[in-house]
């Protein structure tokens, strides 16, 4: 990004008019209708999404919406970019909330403020921040999140005599409790690889790693909340008391389903990767809240999750928002996208539809999972996204590794993530608040 956009997303975090990018040949695109039908593309990955999209087009024959299935995660921003460029971009694109701010920054997503009126209200405050970048500008309508909770062997905690940990201290005493009994085992593990699950437990903490500051960005991902969860973990992974192998490779998948790890801080969408990964531990699972910092608080940090938003060259931008809306926050719209396309809805009402009246498959027992589940996105901290989370979170992968293999303070690696992130920024033009 240029200098001028980098400052541009500062004037926008401020709530100030926008500033032209750089050879803008950008069109803002019509907020209406110019009557007659509606042609709207729109870009998604969420699997079977289209049975979501006819139901729509059956029932509003003035608006059609076309899908175009692509990529997630990296691919569709860059994708975005280069279509925007080009002039050529879709009405609509699901994208990460991670993402948002660099669309947001290279003029790529419109402002939507004006068309979402009551929106605001069908979503947990921290979900709607995701999509305002902490001001009163709008990028999106929430479609999934991905609330933190604990996944923890049942029959394993009976056996040893385990009770679920309610505070991070018990998590602690637990994992060495667990050491003690059975020294083949352990409660859990800490992962290298796995940068958003460290935003999200640091986010539970209270972390903040980007925000504005006067006309700067601020960057505290060293704060002293992400500290605090660093040296934690850094703590138990030092004293052998959980494992530091990295999730999602074979030997992590073996260690699920034989036992070796009796637990999994995860996200919402933990049931799915247990019931592939784990096979033969159907049913002995349970999902409880996060052990909390503070006895008594009902905190969680969010691990993934998408958005739906309407790009600024729309020439149809009041019925993509219109669209958009209706599939995030509809009740028929949302029990299809939790039926067919396996997500876990933003919206609070859809969090208690028919479709999750009963548990995951893999969790028969546990018949208030998904009412659990909604207290616990209740309690989701808000966070703003910065510009180059790609940047942070490379360096995480590769300064956690680091420090387990040199067996180093887990803490230097939280330093060299705000080091390289602050300087990516400032080499790309963004105005860093010392």
């Known amino acids: 990004m240029t200098r001028s956009l980098g400052a541009k997303i500062v004037a926008i975090f401020l709530g100030a008019s926008l500033v032209a990018a750089c050879g803008s040949d950008s069109d803002d695109g019509d907020s209406g209708t110019t009557g007659g039908k509606v042609e709207l593309s729109f870009w998604a990955w969420a699997p079977n999404i289209e049975k ?24 569709i921003v860059t994708k975005l970019l280069t279509a925007h460029k080009a002039g050529n971009p879709p009405d609509l694109a699901q994208v990460e909330y991670q993402s948002l701010p660099t669309l947001v920054s290279n003029d ?3 402002d939507i403020a004006k068309e979402t009126g009551d929106t605001k209200g069908k979503f947990a405050d921290g979900v ?6 902490g001001t009163d500008a709008v990028y999106g309508i929430p479609q999934d999140a991905g609330p933190m909770m604990l996944y923890y062997r049942t029959d394993l ?50 972390a903040a ?12 991902i060293n704060d002293a909340a992400t500290k605090k969860v660093a040296d934690y973990w850094g703590g138990l992974v030092g004293e052998g008391a959980i494992d530091d ?11 699920l389903n034989d036992g070796t790890l009796l637990a999994w801080p995860s996200a919402i969408w933990g049931p799915g990767v247990l019931e592939g990964n784990a096979p033969d531990t159907k049913g002995k699972w349970a999902m409880a809240p996060l052990p909390q910092w503070t006895a008594g608080e009902s905190k969680t940090g969010n691990w993934g999750g998408s958005s739906t938003g309407v ?6 931008q009041s019925a993509a928002v219109k669209f958009a809306t209706w599939m995030n926050t509809d009740a028929a719209a949302t029990e299809l996208l939790i039926k067919e396309a396996a997500i876990y809805p933003a919206a609070r009402d859809a ?41 942070t979170y490379q360096v995480y992968q590769d300064a956690f590794g680091k420090a387990i293999t040199q067996k180093s303070a887990f803490g230097a690696a939280v330093d060299e993530m705000q080091a390289a992130t602050v300087s990516d920024m400032q080499k790309n033009g963004f105005k860093v608040a010392s």
Do not use: C
Not at 209 to 220: E, I, L, R, Y
Not at 245 to 255: F, G, L, S
Not at 354 to 383: C, H, N, R, S, W
């Open 157 to 206: 905690f009976q056996q040893y005599g385990l009770t679920v940990p309610k505070t991070w201290e018990e998590f602690a005493q637990t994992a060495r409790t667990v050491r003690t009994k059975a020294p083949k085992q352990y409660l859990t593990t800490f992962s290298a690889k796995d940068p958003g699950w460290f935003a999200g437990l640091a986010q539970q903490a209270g």
């Open 128 to 133: 709607w921040q995701q999509v305002t970048l």
């Open 351 to 391: 969090q208690a539809s028919p479709a999750l009246a009963q548990p995951p498959a893999f969790f028969p027992a546990q018949t208030d999972f998904y009412a659990t589940a909604k207290q616990i996105a209740e309690g989701a901290a808000g966070v703003t996204w910065g510009p180059n989370v790609n940047v």
């Open 52 to 75: 979501v999209i006819d139901k729509w087009n059956a029932a509003n024959p003035d608006i059609h919406v076309t899908l175009s299935r692509q990529a997630g995660g990296g691919d």
């Open 311 to 316: 790009t600024a060259k729309s020439k149809n």
């Open 245 to 255: 192998q990295p999730m999602y490779t074979p030997e992590w998948n073996k260690a």
């Open 209 to 220: 790693w980007w925000g504005v500051s006067g006309d700067s960005w601020k960057v505290s």
């Open 108 to 110: 790529v997503l419109a």
